[in-house]
């Protein structure tokens, strides 16, 4: 008999906490003090584990910077919305 998965597949256009770090280029305690904030995205949780949406982490880093991230996408980019 399989055992089950520990963690769920990747929910669509998530990802997870060491991922969201690459991204922003910060450290696990940075992205725990800009939750703290209150000022960031609000994770969902599935099967013990956290994942964020890509598209909303990117959107307020962008947001901060000031100009668009040049890391590429993880999950793939979104399409464009007419």
């Known amino acids: 008999m ?3 998965k520990k ?6 256009g ?3 906490v060491a991922e969201v770090c ?10 725990y003090r800009y939750r703290e904030a209150n000022d960031f995205p609000v994770p969902v949780e599935m099967g013990g584990q956290v994942w964020y949406s890509e598209l909303a982490i990117r959107q307020w880093a962008e947001r901060r910077a000031g100009r668009p991230l040049e ?7 979104p399409a464009q919305q007419s």
């Open 22 to 31: 690459r991204v922003l280029g910060v450290s696990r305690a940075t992205l």
């Open 71 to 77: 890391v590429p996408w993880i999950t793939g980019e």
């Open 14 to 16: 998530h990802i997870n």
């Open 2 to 4: 399989a055992r089950p």
């Open 7 to 12: 963690y769920p597949e990747r929910p669509d």
